[in-house]
């Protein structure tokens, strides 16, 4: 296919939400956000009220990179990008466990990456 063709099929398919962004990947370790974390939270209560408040405040983390409301044992899993071991005891204690109705978080840490799409 020619540009013009190619550019007006990508027009398209953006302007029915099928391409919904373009991102830039980002060397993490350039910035120095080298440890890559997955947080497993539970919370006490389930009503839509704490739901939608644990939500509003996990998102505005800038700590968080994603946060994903799942099914099974935990309520939510977080993706967090923290410079070091030091840095996340300070999120977990000042900024993650400062939200109210978190009963549980379990952590586990990236040691090596070997695929992201």
Known sequence: MTVTP????????ERRGVIKGYVAKIDQAKIGRNLLVFCQV???T???ELLENFE??????????????????Y?????A???????????LKSKLAAIPNIA???SSF???TLKIS
């Open 6 to 13: 190619t550019f007006e099929r990508i027009r398209r398919l």
């Open 42 to 44: 539970s919370l006490k």
């Open 46 to 48: 389930h009503t839509t």
């Open 56 to 73: 509003k405040q996990v998102v505005e983390l800038k700590e968080v990179e994603a946060c994903f409301h799942i099914a099974g044992n």
């Open 75 to 79: 309520d939510y899993l977080l993706q």
């Open 81 to 91: 990008r923290i410079h070091d071991m030091q840095e996340y005891q300070f999120f």
């Open 104 to 106: 549980n978080v379990q």
């Open 110 to 112: 990236v040691m090596t």
